[in-house]
């Protein structure tokens, strides 16, 4: 028995040694590193990525590509917006048919890299809102805000202040319109966002909420980054983020609003996804602007009267948020629901 029990001592200290010596002194193991800093940079805990044992220069420099990504603004401030040959803007949308398409994902990498998530297509970007709490000084929940809002689906927007993670989403941070009135604290200072215009075009990029007012932006959330700009994916390598639970908004060519929301931090389940992936979905799906709203614990996705996805903060609880962009039917409006490309019934539709 001594025999066996000193025998695997010493099979786990080799182990420990070759995972060390990986980790520590081949490419992949600093490859490994970085992501994990990238990971840990991107979330609350930054002060955590030195545990990773990169030089600070590289933490450093990390840092700063998170915090200022390569954007395009999508439109050009100088430009008339009536005059843009844009066939968004073309379009009336005023009184249109709503028909919404939900596909669950999923996408398996290796044994230990892998994701679920969900995609939602709305056909009328004009029933896209940005709903914000009803709380003073305080977060909602999003199937709260979602169901005084009469929402059929809803994911999370706005990034907010969480200092130790234990934020209560009372205060948004970057740029925030909704239905045509500034909801951030300083309307001429620049963030990464996206907007939708009364005409239902999409805006991404970097501007204040007075230039998107302007621009007649009636709702917007910011966060960053920008994954596609007219067309142009934006992202290199795999986006400097890591891998994680992802939301994001993009808009095709015919008007209709894709939102992305990507479960993760979830070993048994989903393990979130990078930044390129989910620019990558978007693409795919056949978006011309794109950009992600706030990830990590916040990502969540509400459809039909019940959250789908499974967030990954504590006991999986949804989180408080500052706001949500929001699919809501008009009344009298002809609604189409389809489920994985199952078309269901309006009797089962329960906003």
């Known amino acids: 028995m001594k ?12 182990l420990f040694i070759v995972a060390a010596i990986t980790l520590f002194a081949t490419p992949i193991g600093h490859d490994v ?18 545990y990773t044992m990169l030089p600070k220069e590289e933490l450093d420099k990390l840092l700063h590509d998170i915090q200022n990504p390569d954007y395009e ?15 968004i803007e073309d379009t009336n949308f005023e009184n249109k048919d709503l028909v919404v398409r939900l596909e669950h994902i999923k996408k398996r990498y290796s044994a230990t890299y ?51 993670g234990h934020g209560n989403g009372g205060t948004l941070t970057g740029v925030a319109i909704e239905d045509g009135e500034i909801k951030n604290q300083y309307p001429t200072e620049k963030g990464f966002v996206a907007g939708i215009t009364d005409k239902g075009q999409m805006i991404t990029g970097k501007y204040s909420a007075n230039e998107l007012l302007s621009l007649g932006v009636k709702y917007a959330a910011g966060f960053k980054p920008q994954l596609i700009v007219n067309g142009k994916k934006m992202v290199e ?6 891998i994680g639970p992802r939301t994001a908004i993009g808009q095709k060519e015919d008007g209709t609003i894709i939102m992305v929301v990507i479960d993760g931090r979830q070993p048994s389940r989903s393990i979130g996804a ?16 794109a950009m992600c709203m706030d990830g990590g614990s916040s990502s969540s996705m509400y459809f039909n009267g019940e959250n789908i996805t499974i967030p990954s903060s504590r006991n999986n609880i949804p989180r408080y948020l500052p706001n949500i962009w929001a699919v809501v039917p008009k009344e009298g409006q002809k609604l189409t629901v389809y489920v994985d490309g199952e078309k269901k019934g309006n009797e089962s539709l329960k906003y």
């Open 114 to 164: 892998f994701y679920e998530g969900v995609v939602l297509e709305v056909s009328n970007p004009l029933n896209v809102k940005l709903i914000s709490s009803g709380i003073k000084d305080h977060g909602e929940q999003i199937f709260l805000t979602s169901k005084r809002a009469g929402s059929l689906a809803s994911i999370n927007a706005s990034g907010f202040v969480d200092e130790g």
């Open 274 to 289: 990078t930044i390129k992936e989910v620019q990558d979905i978007m693409y795919e799906h056949g978006a011309v602007n």
């Open 237 to 242: 390598g795999d986006g400097g983020w890591g």
């Open 33 to 50: 590193r970085v992501t994990l800093a990238e990971m840990i940079l991107s979330s609350q805990h930054r002060d955590l990525a030195k």
């Open 73 to 87: 603004n999508s439109v050009v401030l100088e430009e008339d917006v009536a005059k843009k040959d844009n066939a």
């Open 3 to 14: 025999r066996i029990f000193f025998g695997f001592i010493k099979l786990i200290f080799f």
